[in-house]
Structure formats: C-alpha cells, structure tokens
C-alpha cells in the first residue's frame, strides 16, 4: 500500500473508501458542491495542503471539474497537484442510472486506473519521522472515545481549533496528527480543561 504525504482531496464517502483500500493518505471529502459553503472545512483542507501538499481527485465530469477549480483557487498558495480519471464510460456498480454525463467516477473505475492517475500526478511518499503519533488509544484515554460523553469532548476540541462539525473521530485523528501532533494535542487539550475551570 502507498503511503502518501499529500492530503487526497475527493468528491464523496465512497470516492474515500475506493482510495483508502489503495493508499494511506489522509483523504478529505468534499460533499460534492457543499465545499462552496463549508468555510470550516476549506480552511481545515488549507491548512493540512500548507502542512503536506495536496493532490485533487474529482471527477472528470463537469462537476468534478467545477470542485477541482474551486479548490485550485482556494489553495492557490499551497502546493498542488491534479490526478486526472480518463473519461470511460460506465455506471458505478451501486447505482442504478448512468451518470449525466455517463462516465465513471473515482469510485467506479479500476484500481489500476486509480494508481495509474496519482502517479500521472506524482506525489511525495510518506516518511516516518521521530515525532510522537496520537493514537486511538490516546483518544480513549483523554476520554475523545469510548465514553457516554465523548462526542460532547470532540465537539469542543473541534471548535477550539475551528475545525469542520462533522469530522468523524478517526479523521478528527488523522488531522490533528498531520497539523499539530502528540505534544501540541496534548497543550490544547490542557486549554481546554483550563477554559473549563474558569
């Protein structure tokens, strides 16, 4: 499995769960055209493509192409590249209509096809460094998981450091480990109890 730098930035859950069975990665959804009104989430994508480079994997369909130009505008300043699917026409296996334009989307084409685009698009192999990792056990034992009131903890983490509502706890993780690590994970939530006691 390729382990990229980059944060792989896609459509939609199933484009997600496609290249996460190809590649370690951090992997962004968009929700299709919801990005155009998620300031929290363009900002978290900002950040995370300052922090590591990005690579955008949408659609070759015109929709596709209106979320890929949107985020080239907002990450004009980060390091950028574009992974391109072929136009191959198709319908995804769980639908049950071709699409408007009648091609396959990330999440229909082959994984030779997948892996084919992201090297077309190059991109940098994740190295392991010497910097402490988060880890789910870490979340469960700052109480982010496994109790009745964890949810409530998130939230409050995630609004601390503006980040998106709806980030699950796996990915909530996975961008604290890319933007701040253990020991600033660690500080923040040390404010965060302090804020608590005042």
């Given at each position: 499995?390729?382990?990229?730098?980059?944060v792989i930035i896609v459509e939609g859950n199933y484009d997600k769960s496609?290249?996460?069975?190809?590649?370690?990665?951090?992997?962004?959804?968009?929700?299709?055209?919801?990005?155009?009104?998620?300031?929290?989430?363009?900002?978290?994508?900002?950040?995370?493509?300052?922090?590591n480079g990005a690579i955008i994997f949408t659609d070759s369909d015109s929709?596709?192409?209106?979320?890929?130009?949107?985020?080239?505008?907002?990450?004009?300043?980060?390091?950028?590249?574009?992974?391109?699917?072929?136009?191959?026409?198709?319908?995804?296996?769980?639908?049950?209509?071709?699409?408007?334009?009648?091609?396959?989307?990330?999440?229909?084409?082959?994984?030779?096809?997948?892996?084919?685009?992201?090297?077309?698009?190059?991109?940098?192999?994740?190295?392991?460094?010497?910097?402490?990792?988060?880890?789910?056990?870490?979340?469960?034992?700052?109480?982010?998981?496994?109790?009745?009131?964890?949810?409530?903890?998130?939230?409050?983490?995630?609004?601390?450091?503006?980040?998106?509502?709806?980030?699950?706890?796996?990915?909530?993780?996975?961008?604290?480990?890319?933007?701040?690590?253990?020991?600033?994970?660690?500080?923040?939530?040390?404010?965060?109890?302090?804020?608590?006691?005042?």
């Open positions: 499995m390729l382990r990229i730098k980059e496609k290249l996460a069975s190809l590649v370690d990665a951090t992997i962004v959804v968009t929700d299709g055209f919801l990005i155009f009104k998620d300031k929290k989430k363009c900002d978290m994508i900002k950040a995370l493509a300052k922090e929709a596709g192409f209106k979320i890929r130009n949107y985020l080239k505008n907002i990450l004009a300043d980060c390091k950028v590249r574009h992974a391109y699917i072929p136009d191959i026409k198709g319908k995804e296996k769980r639908k049950n209509h071709h699409s408007k334009e009648g091609f396959l989307g990330v999440e229909g084409v082959s994984d030779s096809v997948i892996l084919k685009a992201l090297e077309n698009a190059g991109f940098e192999l994740a190295i392991d460094s010497d910097v402490k990792k988060i880890t789910k056990s870490d979340f469960f034992a700052d109480g982010l998981t496994g109790s009745g009131d964890s949810a409530l903890k998130r939230e409050v983490l995630k609004k601390k450091l503006n980040l998106p509502k709806h980030l699950s706890a796996n990915m909530l993780l996975d961008v604290l480990n890319k933007l701040y690590g253990y020991d600033e994970y660690k500080k923040i939530l040390s404010a965060i109890d302090n804020d608590k006691k005042m």
